[in-house]
């Protein structure tokens, strides 16, 4: 199977063109195997791009343990770097609509050389989807969250309110691999949840950490950095209209919230190698 190693901010993924050659079977077990930084090639997950039925491409996302996403940030703008240069859409083309399990996303190319190299994308309007903020106790310590969807379920915890995690994004990896699960598996979250660590260092900028659904910690979330500035804009902590720049572990992101809570991302989309994996 022919393959394409791409990553937004160090958000990487298995990229396989399902337009130009057949769906493989068993995506499930394949993104396990895939993702195995052992074993296979290494990645957060595998990433389908089928034909789209209203759009120009449709990114179906698995994450690293098999199991189904509905929507990708950082996946998206690499899913639009790859239509664009590998030709499946014209080259006089600035814009792309992708068709996700979470609705048609419209994508600006930025392009140098006949290659994107960077995008932005319309997330849609975030949603509330807690308390402003809620109570919760995650493993004998007692935080506050901020619940927002935009694409997925994330849970957003800014570290100034919650001073038993204020230290968190300076834990070890495996402290931070050891107690992101309960986050993760919290009975709250019924079918799991993405959750964001958070310092504000002003109004427009803000450092994060992420324990991702599926795949544990990651370098970047595009849709986990778009809740968390949805998040401190909704409670007052940072400015809505204007671009608020994200620091991840894997690079920068920039987030603008509306006036409606519509939010645009925009960052890098970069492909490293091809590949044949066997199957």
Known sequence: ??????????????????????IPDNPEKLAIKISDRHFGVGSDGLILILPGENADAFMQLYNAD???????????????????????????????????????????????NHKVISATVDMGIAELTSELPEKITVHNKNLK??????????????????????????????????????????????????SEFIEVLSRDEIKMRVFERGSGET????TGATASVFAGVISGKLNRGKNVLVHLRGGDLKIKVEADNRCFMTGAAVEVFEGRFPI
């Open 219 to 222: 370098l970047a979330c595009g």
């Open 1 to 22: 199977m022919k393959f394409t190693k791409m990553h937004g901010c160090g958000n990487d993924y298995i990229y396989v063109d399902c337009i130009n050659s057949e």
């Open 145 to 194: 969250f901020i619940g927002a969807y935009t694409g997925t379920d994330h849970a957003v915890y800014f570290v100034d309110d919650n001073p038993e995690i204020e230290n968190i994004l300076s834990w070890t990896d495996s402290e931070f691999a050891a107690e992101g699960k309960y986050f993760e598996t919290h009975s709250r979250f019924v079918n799991r949840v993405n």
């Open 66 to 112: 098999g199991s189904k996403g509905t929507m990708c940030g950082n996946g998206i703008r690499c899913t639009a770097k790859f239509i664009y240069d590998h030709g499946i859409i014209p080259s006089d083309r600035t814009k792309t609509k992708i068709e996700t399990p979470a609705g048609i996303k419209e994508i600006s190319l930025d392009i140098e």
